[in-house]
């Protein structure tokens, strides 16, 4: 990454942290550069007016200023490519179709040549497609997730058994075994369980709020090469 994109990158990791704000060792892991590398690229925003500030502490940090006014967000080649093959690498993940359309928002935005770019870059890199197929009750289950209501599901057990109209709280998604599954609290059971996504044989949503519960109480702690997607990405 030139230094361009970098300072470019700084700023958005800077308004994804919001009043947070970065430290500056945690900005230095991040770009693969030294503290004082973040420091003289910090020094240069601020020469060209980015509202950065400073914060003491451990190792001290910074943040945007709060209310600050910045410009759209804007992609590199390199950045959009990125997200076109994550995308592509798994067109069966939760929430896919706004995926692809927030890639074709994306791709409209950019001059010709941007979107030249991206097309050379985008075609050296293969990929194998996966086999498995996204559940047709997807969309109903990721829309009450992110709703935060109650869905009532028929459910393949295994065996060939089957639950019918049975009540759960979605509460995450979580993809293992080459599989995505629902983590969800179920109100017969009055316990958490886990479905298999592919097994789901009706899903429809109701307008009932789910209770507040602490996903790590039910579930217990994700397995260390299993981190939540924010956590993975400093959100």
Not at 48 to 56: E, I, K, L, N, R
Not at 58 to 67: A, E, P, Q, T
């Amino acid at each position: 990454m030139n230094r361009t994109d970098r300072m470019y990158a700084i700023v958005q990791a800077l308004r994804v942290a919001g009043s947070r704000g970065r430290t500056c060792a945690a900005l230095a892991e991040r770009f693969e550069v030294s503290t004082r590398t973040i420091k003289r690229d910090i020094a240069a925003l601020l020469e060209a007016g980015v509202p950065v500030v400073s914060f003491d502490g451990r190792g001290g940090g910074y943040s945007l200023m709060k209310h600050a006014c910045l410009p759209p967000l804007a992609f590199t080649d390199a950045e959009a490519t990125a997200i076109a093959i994550a995308l592509r690498a798994e067109p069966h993940m939760p929430f896919a179709p706004d995926g692809l359309s927030a890639m074709s928002k994306l791709i409209g935005a950019m001059s010709p040549e941007q979107r030249d770019g991206v097309e050379r870059l985008a075609a050296r890199i293969w990929m194998r497609s996966p086999c498995e197929q996204r559940s047709p009750h997807a969309n109903t289950i990721e829309e009450a997730l992110r709703m935060g209501v109650v869905v009532s599901i028929d459910y393949d057990t295994g065996g060939g058994g089957r639950t019918e109209r049975r009540a759960i709280e979605p509460m995450a998604l979580v993809r293992t075994h080459n599989n995505w599954y629902l983590l969800a609290w179920c109100r017969t059971r009055r316990a958490g369980r886990m479905f298999r996504m592919d097994r789901i044989r009706r899903a429809n949503a109701t307008n009932r709020p789910v209770k507040p519960r602490d996903l790590h109480a039910v579930f217990g702690d994700p397995p260390s090469n299993a981190l939540p997607v924010g956590a993975m990405h400093g959100l």
